[in-house]
């Protein structure tokens, strides 16, 4: 999906508590965009972005909940995402 799409999924929806977005989402937008965004419009939705890249402090500077590299393969990277959602 593109960052639009992700967004109209968010706009109005109470029930979004928390979003896992790639730093790749079709089109100009990134995952930093559309974290950044989500801090602006809904700051109670906690954001988690990943990335194959190397983009952890702008994620993290954009308002993100978290950052983890991709491949995500151990069992500790799950029970991260799972402790920052959950908080």
Request: proline share 5%; hydrophobic share 40%; with cysteine.
């Amino acid at each position: 999906p593109t960052i639009g799409d992700a967004m109209q999924e968010v706009k109005g929806n109470e029930a979004v508590a928390f979003v896992l977005t790639d730093m790749e989402m079709g089109g100009i937008a990134t995952g930093i965009d559309f974290t950044e965004w989500l801090q602006k419009k809904y700051p109670s939705v906690k954001t988690i972005v990943m990335s194959g890249g190397d983009f952890k402090q702008a994620a993290l500077d954009a308002g993100a909940n978290g950052f983890f590299q991709k491949p995500l393969c151990s069992p500790d990277d799950y029970q991260k995402i799972i402790e920052i959602f959950t908080a």
